[in-house]
């Protein structure tokens, strides 16, 4: 998995058989796994020079040193926010973390689609609860905008309690929060993105916040599979409240980009590569939706152009995961240097500058 950037390191510390090439031969979750160990031992390259003006941003109130985060489900548990700040994200954000500690699905539950740079889970929440994460976050110095997913337990007799939950355990130390309603791997969850539901939630979670008595900004992540209805019915809710942010997207339970392949169908949420050109339309529609509410893009991010189109799509940060399975952690640098070409060659001199300005293009799929 992305332990291939720290091949050298490796060598050093007498491990290198744990090469990329090994690691996309293990069992994905496995690799996954032996990942998140590298990084808790301080085997992550570590960056060695300050991000360049040109992608120093805000969002929401929050100022980043560059836009681009680490997106949630690689760290659920909290266990890597320090070595991912230093190693280059500008957001890092952990979870999802619900309640009580749960196991998650049955192994195996995740799976690569090799030949479209994909991936497919079904985790299903897997992580060891509020109390674990909040632990090891307490007193934690991380330099990078902090960010905590928040969800339910998949057997929770009322999910939006779960949520509340979350916001008063962790609005005094996250940087922002992320109101996760868009996993296809928990039965229900995604009926939060409807109407009433949805106005419900959030009343209760900004009310929380403000009995929390801070201004943690909340952000509310989305599924890529609302239509136009749906979309509609989401912007419509957020702009009577209080919340600070979209997310868009989480993962695709369409298989379109990747019928006929190896592993496609596996139930469970589609990321990567294939769900970039899904994501990156709705992003594009959210944006026409909200005017300038702050939005991240996220969805198959996997090349410094793919990065890009995500800021001309309408984002103003951006998260990736699976691309680092197949790309290796240098991925990370690359994107940041292909951004920072793309201010310049546009005449630019912030990445802010760049914020919807082919939202039009990629709203209606013309854009490639
Ligand atoms: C293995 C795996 C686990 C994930 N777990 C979570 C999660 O717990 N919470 C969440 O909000 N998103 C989760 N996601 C979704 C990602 O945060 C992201 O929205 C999605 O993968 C699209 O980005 P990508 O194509 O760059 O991976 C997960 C994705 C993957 C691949």
């Known amino acids: ?5 720290f091949s050298p390191l490796l060598r050093n510390a007498g491990l290198a058989s744990l090469t990329r090439d090994t690691l996309l031969r293990m069992d994905a979750e496995t690799a996954h796994g032996a990942t998140i160990t590298a990084l808790r031992l301080g085997l992550a390259p570590q960056q060695e020079y300050a991000d360049p003006p040109e992608l ?9 040193k560059n836009p681009v985060g680490m997106a949630a489900g690689f760290d659920k548990n909290a266990e890597v926010p320090r070595p991912l700040a230093l190693m280059g994200f500008g957001m890092v954000e952990i979870g999802t973390v619900t309640p009580r500690p749960q196991a998650g699905n049955a192994k195996p539950r995740l ?14 929440f897997n992580n060891e609860g509020h109390n674990a994460a909040f632990e090891r976050l307490k007193g934690l110095r991380v330099p990078a905008a902090l960010g905590v997913n928040i969800g339910a337990n998949k057997d929770s007799e009322d999910f939006v309690a779960d949520y509340v939950l979350g916001v008063q355990r962790f609005a005094d130390l996250a940087d922002y929060l992320t109101v996760n309603i868009s996993s296809p791997n928990t039965p229900g969850l995604r009926n939060l993105q409807a109407d009433e ?10 009310t929380a916040r403000a009995k929390a008595r801070t201004r943690v900004p909340v952000l509310l992540k989305i599924a890529p599979d609302l239509d136009e209805a ?3 019915a989401v912007a419509r809710v957020i702009l009577d409240t209080d919340l600070d942010g979209l997310i868009v997207s989480n993962t695709t339970i369409s298989r379109d980009p990747v019928a006929g392949m190896e592993n496609a169908t ?6 990567g590569k294939p769900l ?3 994501s990156t339309q709705r992003l594009a529609q959210m944006r026409q939706r909200v005017g300038t ?3 991240v893009g996220v969805g198959g991010i996997h090349s410094p152009q793919s990065a890009l189109a995500k800021f001309e799509a309408g984002a103003n940060a951006i998260q990736l995961y699976s691309a680092l399975v197949f790309g290796g952690l240098d991925l990370l640098d690359r994107i940041k240097r292909g951004l920072v070409a793309g201010v310049r060659a546009a005449g630019k001199t912030n990445i802010a500058e760049l914020v919807g300005s082919r939202v039009d293009d990629w709203s209606s799929g013309r854009a490639e």
């Open 1 to 5: 998995m992305i332990l291939s950037a």
């Open 293 to 295: 509410l702050p939005l």
């Open 197 to 206: 539901a949805l106005r419900r939630l959030l009343g209760e979670v900004l």
């Open 111 to 124: 799976f690569r689609i090799a030949g479209a740079d994909g991936v497919i889970n079904r985790m299903g």
């Open 230 to 232: 749906g979309m509609d």
């Open 56 to 64: 120093a941003t805000s969002l929401c109130g929050l100022e980043l």
């Open 266 to 271: 596996e139930t469970g949420g589609l990321s």
């Open 276 to 278: 970039f050109a899904l």
